[in-house]
Nanobody, 119 residues
Framework: QVQLVESGGGLVQAEGSLRLSCAASGSIFSFNAMGWYRQAPGKQRELVAG???????KYTDSVKGRFTIARDGTKNTVYLQMNSLKPEDTAVYYCNAPIRGDWGPGLYWGQGTQVTVTS
């Protein structure tokens, strides 16, 4: 059974930083693409960032230049470094795999980790 386990969320002031981690376990093969989605209250879940095995990345416009996604293929782990956080980044962040070819969500979700940014 595949599990995605997230860590690293929390409460931070605006302009602060957080680093999210997501480790995949139970998989007999490495996911080619992994990523992070987020869902704020009253809003739809959206792709924040995704990364493919070749290093190709995608970011939603609002986080470009502030967030960086990276992965450790040997550990089947993906990270999201979030800098210059803004109150509008407040949401529950979910790890997802395997990200589809159109950057849509795959079958597996993490439990979610809350990120709260105060002004």
């Amino acid at each position: 059974q595949v599990q995605l386990v997230e860590s690293g969320g929390g409460l931070v002031q605006a302009e602060g930083s957080l680093r999210l981690s997501c480790a995949a376990s139970g998989s007999i093969f490495s996911f080619n693409a992994m990523g992070w989605y987020r869902q704020a209250p009253g809003k739809q879940r959206e792709l924040v960032a995704g990364i493919r095995g070749g290093g190709l990345t995608k970011y939603t416009d609002s986080v470009k230049g502030r967030f960086t996604i990276a992965r450790d293929g040997t550990k089947n782990t993906v990270y999201l470094q979030m800098n210059s956080l803004k109150p509008e980044d407040t949401a529950v962040y979910y790890c997802n795999a395997p990200i589809r070819g159109d950057w849509g969500p795959g079958l597996y979700w993490g439990q979610g980790t809350q990120v709260t940014v105060t002004s």
